[in-house]
């Protein structure tokens, strides 16, 4: 379980990012976070891996008090949860297995990581997660002959190769056409499903989220406006979230990216 109680996050410029902010996600949840540019969501995926401090208040995973972490105990937190980019964050140059297999480079002896030797297994686990999200027949390919949903299903079998219980996903979606984004948001949901895992998005496009993640929080300027399941969040709910800017004709231009999917 990933549990804020009263947490508030100040940047050292002053800027209060999060503000109160109290929550409970269990193990296994897909939830969506949505809200304006700059509310905060960002801000909040990145605590729960100590991407970012917390400045108040208290954030635990699984029992465990983030800010008491440091060193190797920041590492282990960081294999138990997996974290997707909107970048992808491949290297483009190399193949597709040879990117999966960078996630067990934390764990591997001193002298496997200088030479680039894997085991048997760890090659075994990879193709595994390949075939997980649908793309085992281009583990030979390189990744900058993919197209961009393909490379952002690379980056998911690399996290799931990690084995984590938790995926925290940064905008996996913004770059995509709306068919590709919704064949990854169908793989996190699968994933989600089969494998148990907690599945933790920033999104801007509503429609995705409310269709994809079972519960949705809003955030506005820092503070939780909705927690609830998706199949609650009606117009009025948006505006709260959004601050009024939903405009189906849309100004406002991630209000607009978020209902016209
Ligand atoms: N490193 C930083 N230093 C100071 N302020 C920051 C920093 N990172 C973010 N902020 C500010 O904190 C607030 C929340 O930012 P955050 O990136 O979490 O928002 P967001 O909802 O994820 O936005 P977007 O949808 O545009 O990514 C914003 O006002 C932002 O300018």
Redesign the pocket.
């Given at each position: 379980m990933i549990e804020f109680k009263q947490v508030q996050k100040k940047?050292?410029?002053g800027?209060v990012?999060l503000k109160d902010i109290n929550l409970n996600i269990e193990q296994g949840e897909y939830v969506a976070i949505i809200?304006l540019?700059?509310?905060?969501?960002?801000?909040l995926l990145r605590c729960i891996n100590r991407m970012h401090d917390i400045s108040e208040g208290t954030l635990t995973v699984e029992g465990v008090e983030l800010s008491k972490l440091h060193g190797k105990g920041i590492r282990q937190l960081r294999r138990k949860i997996g974290m997707i980019f909107q970048s992808f964050n491949l290297v483009t140059r190399i193949s597709v297995i040879k990117n999966v297999l960078v996630a067990f480079v934390p764990e591997m002896p001193f002298w496997r990581k200088i030479l680039g030797i894997f085991t048997e297994d760890e090659k075994k686990r990879a193709l595994m997660s390949l075939d997980k999200v649908g793309i085992l027949d281009k583990a030979y390919v390189r990744v900058d002959q993919l197209s961009g949903g393909q490379q952002q299903r690379v980056a998911l079998a690399r996290t799931l190769a990690q084995n984590p219980g938790i995926i925290l996903a940064d905008?996996p979606v913004a770059s995509l056409d709306p068919v590709t984004a919704n064949q990854v948001m169908e793989d996190f949901r699968r994933i989600n499903q089969e494998m148990n895992m907690t599945v933790i998005i920033?999104i801007?496009h509503v429609e995705l989220a409310l269709t994809y993640a079972t519960r949705v929080i809003g955030?506005r300027a820092g503070e939780i406006v909705y927690d609830g399941p998706s199949k609650d969040v009606n117009d009025q709910v948006l505006q709260l979230i959004y601050n009024g800017q939903v405009d189906k004709g849309g100004s406002d231009s991630?209000a607009n990216e978020a209902v016209s999917t």
């Open positions: 940047y050292p410029n800027l990012a809200g540019s700059g509310a905060g969501k960002s801000t905008e920033n801007h955030i991630h």
